[in-house]
């Protein structure tokens, strides 16, 4: 399923799972009892993936130096898993674990930023709340996915607007 999932297949059905597994789809069903034990199985295999990459200390000194670095991380976790958070995105109004695995990634998310920044920045709501917007995933995937634009455009992209975010602070 995961890889269906990373060639684009956004919803693959369980028939298409085991034609990919080159197993029947009794097999599909008796492995997986229910599609909430799939979903854990695919989660578990993705944070395995990204995890060493998301907790690696950032090396830079500064918060504004390591605002970068963090940038430039996210962007490579981000292009790793846009595949997998899409689908996942799509069915987690219809399940309660993947639900709760998107409220733990944007948990995620907004510690790792409020870990670097100054007080000063995470006291003005406001500035902090677009920080995390535009150095979000849904950021990456708009600029990946619906404006078309390269990895490389995109980190700059990003890294331009948190730029003139922070412009004078």
Same mark, same amino acid.
């Given at each position: ?12 059905? +369980? #028939? ?8 029947? $789809?009794?097999?599909?069903? %008796?492995? /997986?009892?229910? &599609? !909430? ?49 899409? +689908? #996942? ?8 674990? $993947?639900?709760?695995?998107? %409220?733990? /990634?944007?948990? &995620? !998310? ?45 980190e700059a992209v990003i890294a331009d607007a948190v730029d003139r975010l922070i412009a004078g602070l």
């Amino acid at each position: 399923m995961l890889g269906l999932i990373r060639d684009g297949e956004m919803h693959p059905s +369980a #028939a298409q799972v085991a034609d990919r597994a080159g197993v029947s $789809l009794r097999t599909v069903f %008796r492995h /997986f009892e229910e &599609i !909430e034990s799939l979903n854990r199985e695919i989660g578990a295999i993705i944070e395995d993936e990204i995890l060493p990459m998301a907790l690696k200390p950032l090396e830079a000194r500064g918060w504004r130096a390591q605002l970068r670095e963090l940038i430039a991380r996210r962007a490579e976790i981000y292009e790793r898993i846009m595949p997998i958070r899409i +689908a #996942a995105s799509i069915r987690r109004f219809q399940s309660d674990y $993947l639900m709760d695995d998107y %409220r733990r /990634f944007v948990t &995620i !998310e907004r510690a790792g930023l409020e870990s670097l920044l100054p007080k000063k920045i995470r006291d003005r709501k406001r500035l902090f709340a677009a920080l995390e917007m535009v150095t979000g995933f849904q950021a990456w995937r708009r600029l990946r996915q619906d404006q078309g634009l390269s990895t490389g455009e995109s980190e700059a992209v990003i890294a331009d607007a948190v730029d003139r975010l922070i412009a004078g602070l």
